[in-house]
């Protein structure tokens, strides 16, 4: 409250509205338009940290085993207060009420200290912007007036795109033709950025976040469960005509082969291969010539998956709860919106991306009970015939980043109007609901500024024809806006840069 008023009011006035919810200020419709203009777009970032903490601190008084904590809750937490006698204040305008009986909890005590746990958590990152609100508004200018956040990847965009599509080619051409299998993949999405100009805060690394490696899970029909594969991949010069000789640089690089060891025999059935493996992973090797070849060990193995995985959809009740780390959930962000530039023009977005194909395989910090959302894949089924869905898949993400935010699926948010005559969805319905369900999100401030700003580029592309990434500056304003915006946000507010 203290970060909101700052600047908009004295101080003994920011001293009485914060001791008097009911005080005129907050009913004057001039004082609310300049705060709103003071904070820039950062009072919506705010005002949707307030509305968490609210919630917590809702949710936890309604298990109060009180007269008051049924109907009274409705009426707002004051109800509770009023009823008790206040013994003391505080300078700091805190107050100590002595309630008329004991208060008992009728959740059991672990989930009490869940939820402590979390509104804690939330008091900490709404603690971390108010002490450093100078350096918080320092950012916001500089990103509003220079710069958006400087975001590059680990090696050349095209790079990592043709390395994605000669993977997907590779399967393509070692599946069976036998019929009897389910050539289901799903390809690991990893941000791989270059994070130049700010620094991020240590943290469990990803490893092969590489533009030569890949890792994909592989459906195994026999035992009904996937498997882990690691596909490493050697420069194919052969397809990169246009460089110059003037140009070219020798570039070492760690062999993928033991010395002295031969390689592997050509992959031609990875059928065979997937069916008849005992270990819970492989290793596959994509040669400069395009020949798809088997690695006997791995440098870094990750172990098994879960064995059927959990999909997004299935995920957003526990995104709802906030049961992860703040940090997860921007690179989950952002690791989505990166791979739109990824993948864009190879055949796993050949077909528009939703909640249901974005699944989590690896186990999470409780074993095969969670997944680990740091690490999402994009599953497909190997089909003939490929469509451009470029817009398609940019109101996927758009919907997705909503869904992410408010653990809840586009699903919910549907309204009639958004439906066809017939009464069944049609070609506009997703972008119908996922509009009004944007301005519905920044209406209420439950969308922080550069993560609401990400959403909306998202859609205004889908919705513009001639938009496309094939063109460098669209391109340029994707990174900027959306992928640098995300990042921004998170260096903002979870580390403090």
Not at 23 to 41: A, S
Not at 76 to 99: D, F, H, N
Not at 183 to 198: C, F, K, M, P, T
Not at 217 to 243: H, I, K, T, Y
Request: net charge neutral; proline share 3%; glycine share 6%.
């Amino acid at each position: 409250m203290q970060l909101l008023l700052k600047d908009a009011a004295k101080p003994q006035a920011q001293l009485e509205m914060i001791e008097n919810p009911r005080h005129v200020m907050w009913k004057d419709g001039r004082f609310l338009q300049r705060l709103e203009q003071k904070l820039g777009k950062a009072y919506a970032l705010l005002i949707s940290m307030l509305r968490e903490i609210e919630s917590i601190i809702i949710s936890i008084a309604s298990s109060l085993d009180m007269a008051v904590s049924g109907e009274g809750v409705k009426k707002g937490l004051e109800a509770i207060l009023q009823e008790g006698t206040r013994i003391s204040q505080i300078a700091s305008s805190g107050k100590a009420v002595q309630l008329q009986q004991r208060a008992k909890f009728a959740w059991k005590r672990q989930k009490i200290k869940s939820a402590i746990k979390e509104l804690i958590e939330c008091n900490a990152r709404l603690n971390r912007i108010l002490t450093a609100s100078n350096q918080l508004m320092e950012t916001l200018h500089t990103v509003e007036t220079s710069g958006k956040a400087d975001v590059g990847f680990v090696g050349p965009l095209d790079d990592i795109s043709r390395n994605a599509a000669r993977v997907h080619a590779a399967l393509l051409r070692s599946w069976c033709v036998l019929g009897g299998c389910t050539h289901q993949a799903g390809i690991l999405l990893e941000e791989r950025l270059s994070r130049n100009v700010r620094s991020h805060t240590p943290g469990p690394m990803r490893p092969f976040g590489k533009a030569e490696h890949f890792s994909v899970s592989l459906w195994r029909d026999a035992v009904a469960m996937w498997l882990n594969a690691e596909f490493r991949l050697d420069p194919d010069e052969l397809c990169q005509p246009g460089r110059q000789s003037s140009n070219r640089r020798v570039r070492f690089q760690p062999s993928h082969v033991l010395i002295n060891e031969p390689l592997a025999q050509e992959v031609t059935d990875i059928c065979t291969s997937i069916r008849q493996t005992t270990r819970s992973e492989l290793g596959f090797l994509i040669d400069s010539q395009n020949v798809l070849h088997r690695l006997d060990r791995l440098d870094n193995p990750h172990g098994h998956l879960l064995k059927t995985g959990i999909s997004l959809h299935d995920l957003l009740p526990e995104l709802r709860k906030q049961s992860f780390a703040l940090s997860d959930f921007y690179r989950l962000t952002i690791t989505l919106a990166s791979s739109v530039l990824q993948l864009r023009d190879t055949y796993w977005l050949h077909r528009s991306w939703n909640n249901q194909n974005i699944m989590f395989f690896r186990p999470g910090p409780d074993g095969e009970s969670s997944a680990d959302v740091r690490y999402p894949y994009l599953t497909i089924n190997y089909e003939t015939g490929h469509k451009k869905t470029e817009h398609l898949n940019m109101l996927g993400l758009a919907i997705m980043l909503m869904e992410i935010k408010t653990g809840t699926p586009i699903e919910c948010h549907r309204h009639p109007d958004d439906l066809g005559s017939d009464g069944t969805l049609n070609a506009s319905s997703n972008f119908l609901t996922a509009s009004r369900w944007l301005r519905h999100l920044m209406d209420r401030g439950r969308l922080s500024w550069r993560y609401g700003d990400a959403v909306r580029y998202c859609i205004k592309f889908y919705d513009d024809y001639h938009a496309s990434l094939e063109d460098a500056d669209t391109q340029k304003q994707f990174r900027e806006e959306v992928i640098g915006g995300l990042e921004a946000e998170m260096q903002a507010i979870v580390h403090g840069v």
